[in-house]
């Protein structure tokens, strides 16, 4: 992995826009003060002064505030990637646990929708029979079934919906802004998804499966409430047989 990132086209054009804006700031503070020492010292200010003072601020402005501006977007590209580092799952791209639990913390504290047609929702994930999988086919095999299993789970989601890696073959899904039957109909799409992605660890096709636990957020619940609602779920969905959604009908019908 490079260290120091490439600028993109955005961070290019904030270098150079940096340093026109600055040179001419330069240039123009140097022909005012061109025309302010002719002035204190009794003479005429020439074509030539104007020219001189406007190449001089380009000349010394240019290469040294450019190479600083540039310098400045790399740090701040280098510290967009370490955060982005800090707050991703290594192996699946998904959020890992403090990431996750902080922006659904976030959302919820800042008042995602709870009403009778709206509400958020937190899913609960699992893989079926994980253990298996790696007895079976061994443990870098899994590692390629947790990463077709995300693949999958990210590509059921809406674009501002949450997906992250809770530990091992458990992840969480948070889908903000959702009526109730909608989320359960999102979970259920979810399940499939994974149901549907390709896993042949040994050239023979395998069928991947998770279970799901759903809690359907109350404008009381934080994460720790809303998550032990959903591994409840989740808990159920095990103890049915696997490979289902299981969901509190109370909730549901609230």
Known sequence: MNAIPELTFEAWRRVLSHTAVT???VAVLAVLGTLTGNWLHGQETARVDYFNAVVLAVVFTVPIYGSLAFKLQQVRLLNLKLHDLASTDFLTG??????FVTNVE???TDGVTCSKTLTSALLVI???HFKSINDQFGHQSG???LVRIA???RDALRTNDLIGRLGGEEFGIFLPDIAPDEAILMAEACRIAVEHCLFAPLGDEETLSVSIGVALARPQDNFTSLFKQADSRLYLA????????EVETSALAA
């Open 94 to 99: 998904a959020l890992n646990r403090g990431a």
């Open 151 to 153: 693949d999958a789970l």
């Open 126 to 128: 699992d893989v079926d």
């Open 143 to 145: 590692d390629i079934a």
């Open 106 to 108: 976030n959302r919820l």
């Open 238 to 245: 095990k103890s049915h047989g696997r490979n289902r959604v």
């Open 23 to 25: 040179t001419l700031i």
